[in-house]
């Protein structure tokens, strides 16, 4: 039975919904007779678009302005869409306001007509279930399957005749996403917050009552009397994660959600995206609670930027038991520690000892003895009680942060399919 859609609801292909699609996938520097500078208009790429973000931005390129004239003549404004073509096929990012971008590899621009679609409309449409579909259905390829752009030309889009109400439906659901951008920023700001304090303790030792303190020799340089010189290995353990094969592993919620290399960012921190689920079995040893520190013991990525970096288990409504896959390890402390060691890991200095010491070159491997060894200056207990009473509170509203976003996140895709097949009226 052909899918029926709502009374003043139009199908159409999005070829004639367009005002211009802009696809320079195949050029690059040498094509046009220049080079990548080291400076300049950023050109992005289908691995800086995910989940309706710029990422991986420490991987971007830039070209210089002589050169961006030559490649994009029609330069991007707000409202296009930007969409990836294939690896993976179907990420999109949405341009609030104008930005000056060069496309480059596996990345379209698509331009509505507004008197016919509303740009934010389609943006959405695609990330549903039925523009999905569509998308899918017109794949092409082999060892690297994606969307030629005469076939995207031919998808078709099911959208209100009325433009006003095509833009309430966006708006409806764009309401989701700004609050969840508000919150990120939120947790963000909070963060730099205690990095900085960690900074002026621990670092430049301006903690309170710092201009009495004496300091004396230490293999670490002058530190504050009562400080000491301390080895990783003589205040932590460090647990590694559970062994895995790929029939263990699903993302459909069943077994239990594992942490792995997806769920670290660039530079440390949490990445909620990516939680796998394991139906193995598995050690107690394997197993971390909500506020423990992992790090990343494996990386991909070309300059070593997750290896060795650190991230805190957030709290997840309704997983009563979580566990680390091997590429990750737990690093069990006493709690008056956990905060205190969190920021000393996400330093440069112990990511860059950790990153420099890893094994291997296209694949980087970390040993659990590089970490065991790092040597850093542990402060007097009653300065780390203090240090704890101000960033524990940042720890749980940023986690109460990432809980409130993913209940939001839930009910947009709930909501998201029906407002796009008309089941519910804007």
Known sequence: MQNQIPKNWQKDNLENLLDILIDHRGITPKKLDGEWSVNGIPAIS?????????VNEEDIRFVSQKLYERWMPEKLESGDILLTSEAPLGDLYFLKEKKDYVLSQRLFAIRTNRK???SRYLYYYLQGSIGRQELLRRLSGTAAEGIRQAEL???????????LEQKKIASMISAFDDKIEVNNKIAKTLEEMAQALFKEWFVHFRFPGYEKAEFVDSELGKIP???????????????KGVS????EINEKSIGLPMINLA??????GFNPDGIKFYTGRYNSTNLVKLGDIVIAMTDLTSNREVIGHPARVPSYAHWDKILISLDVCSIDVDDLLVEFLYYLMLRRDFSYQMASSAGGTNVAHLSKSTIEEYIFVLPERV???????FVKPIFNKTSGLELENQKLAALRDLLLPKLMKGEIRA
Do not use: H, M
């Open 263 to 268: 769920n670290f960012q660039r530079g440390g």
């Open 383 to 389: 300065l780390i009680e203090k240090f704890q009473d």
């Open 153 to 163: 030309r031919k998808i078709t889009v099911e959208f209100p005749e009325d433009i």
């Open 244 to 247: 895995y094969s790929s029939p």
């Open 46 to 54: 289908a691995k800086n678009i995910k989940t309706g973000k710029i």
């Open 116 to 118: 016919k679609l509303d």
């Open 225 to 239: 009397k009562g400080w000491e010189v301390k080895r990783l290995r003589e205040i932590t353990k460090i647990k």
